[in-house]
């Protein structure tokens, strides 16, 4: 096997990872921006509602994405962490 591929997936993934991070983050920023401004510049509870109801799924959407990556986060860690061991086992054995 070889382990710079293994270094390269954990990497990857934690860039993956990282990057939904920051667009989830920032889609949650959004969101709540909009919502403060609905707040403030009261409609009809009419034209209000499917706003409304779409803030608060699309937050709820960004929470369960920011929760994935945090947990593909921790996967890709555990791949360098593992490529890490494998790569000192190597060098403990070839010496």
């Keep these: 096997m070889d382990v710079r591929s293994a270094y390269s997936s954990g990497l990857t993934g934690f860039q993956d990872a990282s990057a939904q991070l920051s667009q989830s983050s920032a889609r949650i920023a959004h969101a709540g921006i909009a919502e403060k401004s609905m707040t403030e510049n009261p409609q009809t509870p009419e034209s209000r509602s499917p706003s409304a109801e779409r803030a608060s799924t699309s937050i709820t959407t960004e929470l369960i994405n920011l929760k994935i990556a945090e947990l593909q986060a921790k996967a890709s860690a555990k791949v360098i962490s593992t490529a890490d061991d494998m ?6 054995t070839s010496v």
């Design 87 to 92: 790569l000192g086992t190597l060098i403990d």
